[in-house]
């Protein structure tokens, strides 16, 4: 008896430590699809900010071929700016390893948007919206 609640203790107080919350989640999705040639167009990305300073970004683009991207690291929030500090990417998904890197992208906050500062979305013609905030 006293194993199982040991072990049930030990399980909860595991999850409390293993577990993230999240700070923020924002996201973009666009699919524009076409029946008489066939092109099917998917724009996926989003971004999970947690309450422990890390962040997972997910980027997924399909026309042709496929564009697939997912990084993670550390962020700060400074005036209405969000930096992320890119510690680690993944180019394919069934990647298992993460590459090591070392970057940095720039958002400012515009109401409900994160709006790019730098990086290869500078130009970008869609904004990630807030899904959820606590």
Same mark, same amino acid.
């Given at each position: 008896m006293k194993k199982i609640i040991f072990i049930l203790i030990f399980s909860l107080l595991a999850n409390v430590v293993v577990s993230q919350e999240i700070h923020k989640k924002y996201q973009y999705k666009s699919k524009k699809t076409r029946n008489s040639t066939g092109w099917n167009i998917t724009d996926l990305d989003s971004l999970v900010l947690y309450k422990n300073g890390t962040f997972h970004r997910t980027r997924l683009f399909k026309f042709v071929k496929t564009f697939y991207l997912e990084l993670k690291g550390e962020w700060k929030v400074k005036n209405d700016t969000i930096y992320l500090n890119i510690r680690h990417k993944k180019e394919n998904k069934s990647d298992t390893k993460w590459t090591k890197m070392n970057s940095y992208l720039?958002?400012?906050? %515009?109401?409900? /948007?994160? !709006?790019?500062?730098?990086?290869?979305?500078?130009?970008?013609?869609?904004?990630? %919206?807030?899904? /959820?905030? !606590?």
């Open positions: 720039y958002y400012v906050t %515009k109401k409900r /948007k994160l !709006k790019p500062i730098n990086g290869l979305e500078f130009r970008a013609t869609h904004y990630l %919206k807030l899904l /959820k905030n !606590k």
